[in-house]
């Protein structure tokens, strides 16, 4: 028999771990670069700051950030290109393996939590990918990079089902809506969960005192301030919450249609309910006094930890009408 | 708090509550404020209520209350998993119980959070509903002195041309990118985005809407449950169903009495994938309609495709084999001929049935056994289903004799014998064998009790009949729920000024700069672009 089509998409996706890994590594590289090249920048600095007292040094605290930006950070663009590179190969691998499966089920490859793992971090990728064509958040590689490797790595190993028909059930519109925007929303909101991360430390980097931001957290020296980063994490979230919302509201189309009910409190409806509260909770943190700022950047992470949690607990461990993983108990 | 019903003042932003962070906060401690009466203290209790602080807390207490229902199973969606629940946590069940853990959604704690939230934001939307519309009608508010501190301050400096002529093409300029204008002096001021807050007020009455319909429209509902053999037909009656729940406000009369009979129920099976060999890939219900005026037609119902008719939805949910046993008692009557639909035990169809004769003689006849669609056998040698179709139908009985126990008026599931007033006279753990049949074949029971045939084997279907005139009406609010969410978070609201004064030696000087009211990360771009826009029609 010669090797089927699931049988090149499996050989793929391991190529593309393997890439993604790589990746990753690149990512890091660049996180550790940039703690150290921040030393050499400080070293020099110190010498000067301290004989023009402590009004200079927050001039150089600021000198020192954009020259992180722009002169000395050569060596460090060449690991975040070849990060970039990097994971720009996996994805296409990633895509290629992702297509080939769904040729080889004849249908949309997100029927069972395999095929759902493998779009729904394509789909982080390219959002990943996206993303950087507006805004540089390459800094977020480690992170979001270092997830999908993960992600991908643990549902090809311990989910993964051979090709199988759709049950009657799922032989709907809405499989290739419903699940394709729930994946595009959990992007968005791994995005900005990782962002509300970053926020946090840079939020605690920003809290030392100046003489010591040049020993501790040094990496977060050359990236963007806290509030830019919760700008960011902002408008990434209210899109994955644009999204997330859909995916609610067709999802109770779908419920309607296959089992006579729009909305029923089963457990999957309970957390993408529970989901969606926590996501208005942080839009509405964020403009309440005194709540912007590091609450309303741990309701993000909450709310990001619940999607995985939706996504893998729920998923495996509880039971419910959403028992689609393939995997028999 | 921008609170005020003078128009003017009225323009100065939108709305919020006071700790809103676009709100100035209120001023004063409180330390020399004046006694609250009760209108006072109600006041201030109506104010914590409609705070942004109380609502934000309310929400994530929300979220915390719905977790414990996926934790536990639920009455409303898993009765079963409840009663089970007793059964395995016997001491910790009836706590859980006590303090509505198996009705989570609809318990008072529950109720009581969103209730809450929902007054709060009632609370919070009014007065911001009627600020929204003065503001909307409220002309752009004066153009400040000093441009250069507001933001993407650009400034333009040209050789000719005069300053009317700049006015003029500014307020063009900023009419055609949608924004509403007034003119003061020789400046234009200029704002845009209502749409915004219009969204975001849309958003909030939408969800209240949501809340609204669900609550009183569920009441003026039904569902109920029939299970149908190939060849039977069922009535819309309310004595017809298996079960039936009604809503609160539900009217008997509200049943039409259509009917509808089941030819056939197709079912497509896996042929050729070894890894899915057997599973079902559709079915289809093919269904006649009969109307109360005597109009037929056909139907389909298959599973994501309900059969809408009469204001009613039948939803396909199970299905099953409903063998037709006919049994004669010990004097060569006919006792029972029936189809008896039996529950499917796994997923090749071995299914569990009970067959109760009341009408027999001497003695009351219970029959309880397995159907096989596919007869094979497991490697202890007990018989099974190897395949879900109907390849080699078998129907296998233990035998009981004496009183069922049905006479007595308690009702009984009738998938359950209960064998404690009868006595086993066949199958195992007796000296007789089971009975084993073959569609067309007959068994003596023994002692001259009399026979059991197995007829034929047609296939069943539970269908679920909904009606909920609500339901639309949640589409449409959630729909609208979906646009204010657009419109509130991604169109911008801001100001714009652009002021044109004469240069100091002949020609123009023109300043544009603008102001953010909410999130506005493209508000420089925008006022850069609209500069140039003025400049291309200068």
């Known amino acids: ?329 | 708090m921008a609170r005020s019903s003078d128009g003017s003042k009225a323009t100065e932003g939108v709305l919020r509550p006071s700790d809103h962070i676009d709100s100035t906060p209120a001023d004063g401690g409180g330390l020399n404020e004046p006694k609250l009466g009760v209108l006072g203290y109600l006041r201030f209790f109506w104010r914590q209520l409609t705070s942004m602080r109380t609502a934000l807390v309310l929400l994530l207490l929300l979220a915390v209350a719905a977790v414990p229902g996926s934790l536990v199973p639920q009455r409303s969606a898993d009765p079963n998993g409840v009663a089970q629940y007793f059964v395995t946590n016997p001491d910790l069940a009836p706590i859980l119980d006590s303090i509505q853990m198996f009705d989570v959604y609809t318990s008072a704690w529950f109720s009581a959070i969103y209730l809450l939230l929902f007054v709060s934001l009632v609370g919070c939307i009014i007065p911001r509903i009627r600020h929204h519309w003065q503001a909307m009608r409220a002309r752009p508010p004066r153009t400040p002195k000093r441009l250069s501190r507001l933001e993407g301050f650009v400034r333009d400096e040209r050789a000719e041309g005069t300053v009317a002529d700049a006015v003029d093409a500014a307020e063009r300029t900023l009419k055609r990118a949608g924004y509403r204008t007034e003119r003061y002096g020789d400046s234009v001021s200029a704002e845009r985005g209502y749409l915004r807050e219009t969204g975001n007020l849309v958003f909030h009455s939408a969800l209240v809407g949501v809340l609204v319909t669900v609550g009183v429209g569920g009441g003026f509902g039904y569902q109920g449950q029939k299970i149908i053999v190939e060849g039977q037909t069922f009535v819309n009656t309310l004595l017809a169903y298996d079960s039936f729940s009604p809503g609160r406000f539900f009217d008997q009369d509200a049943l039409d009495p259509y009917s509808i009979t089941l030819d056939q129920l197709d079912v497509v099976y896996e042929e050729e994938n070894l890894d899915a060999l057997g599973q079902p890939t559709d079915f289809t219900a093919h269904v006649d309609l009969l109307d109360q005026d005597g109009t037929t037609s056909d139907g389909e119902i298959k599973v994501n495709h309900p059969l809408r008719v009469h204001g009613n939805d039948v939803f396909l949910l199970g299905n099953g084999y409903a063998p037709v046993i006919t049994v004669r008692d010990g004097e060569g009557n006919i006792a029972f001929s029936e189809a008896v639909p039996f529950l499917p035990q796994d997923a090749n169809l071995t299914s569990l049935g009970v067959v109760k004769v009341p009408d027999a003689l001497p003695e009351q006849l219970g029959l309880v056994g397995f159907a096989y669609p596919t007869q094979g056998y497991l490697d202890s040698g007990a018989m099974t289903s190897v395949y879900p179709d109907d390849i080699r139908p078998v129907v296998s009985f233990n035998v009981f004799t004496g009183d069922l126990g049905v006479d007595d008026g308690i009702p009984r599931s009738v998938y359950e014998l209960d064998t404690r007033d009868m006595t086993q006279v066949a199958g195992r753990g007796t000296d007789v064998d089971a009975i084993i049949l073959e569609p067309g074949q007959t068994q003596d029971l023994p002692n001259g009790l009399g026979s059991v045939t197995f007829e034929s084997m047609p296939r069943f279907v539970s269908v679920d009949v909904h009606h909920d005139p609500s339901q639309l009406w949640v589409l449409v609010f959630a729909v609208l729920v979906l646009l204010g969410l657009l419109s509130s978070l991604f169109i911008p609201r801001r100001r714009v000024w652009i002021r044109v004064t004469a240069g100091a030696d002949g020609g123009i000087v023109s300043e544009y700069a603008g102001l953010a009211r909410g999130e506005d990360p493209g508000l420089s771009a925008a006022v850069s672009a609209l500069a140039k826009q003025h400049a291309d029609r200068l």
């Open chain 1, 1 to 329: 028999m010669t090797p089927s089509l699931d049988t090149v998409s499996v050989i793929l996706v391991y190529s593309a771990i393997a890439v993604y890994a790589l990746a990753f590594i690149a990512f890091t590289m660049d996180l550790a670069r940039r703690a150290g090249e921040v030393r050499t920048v400080a070293a020099a600095s110190v010498g000067t700051a301290a004989s023009s007292g402590s009004g200079g040094t927050a001039l150089l605290d600021r000198e020192q950030i954009e020259a992180g930006d722009a002169t000395a950070s050569r060596g460090r663009l060449v690991w975040l290109r070849i990060g970039l590179s990097l994971t720009i190969i996996g994805f296409v691998v990633h895509l290629v393996a992702t297509v080939l499966r769904g040729l080889a089920a004849e249908r949309v490859p997100w029927a069972n939590m395999y095929e759902f793992s493998l779009t729904a971090t394509l789909i982080i990728t390219a959002v990943f990918l996206g993303v950087q064509l507006r805004q540089d958040l390459r800094f977020l590689g480690t992170f979001i990079i270092g997830l999908v490797t993960v992600l991908l790595g643990l549902s090809t190993v311990g989910f993964y089902v051979s090709v199988v028909p759709l049950p009657p059930s799922l032989q709907s519109i809405w499989l290739i809506i419903h699940v394709f925007v729930a994946s595009l929303g959990t992007a968005f909101l791994g995005l900005g969960a990782a962002l509300s991360i970053m926020q946090l430390l840079q939020h605690r980097r920003e809290g030392l005192p100046v003489e010591s931001r040049f020993t501790r957290m040094r990496a977060f020296a050359s990236l963007p301030d806290a509030e830019k980063l919760e700008n960011l994490a902002y408008r990434l979230i209210i899109v994955g919450f644009v999204f997330w919302t859909f995916t609610l509201i067709a999802g109770a189309i779908w419920a309607e249609a296959a089992w006579g009910r729009y909305w029923g409190w089963d457990v999957k409806e309970v957390w993408t309910f529970v989901i969606w509260t926590i996501f208005a909770g942080y839009i509405h943190a964020r403009s309440t006094r005194g709540w912007r700022g590091v609450p309303s950047a741990w309701l993000a992470i909450v709310g990001f930890s619940s999607v995985l949690f939706n996504y893998t607990v729920v998923n495996l461990f509880f039971n419910g009408l959403h028992s689609y993983s393939g995997l028999t108990e």
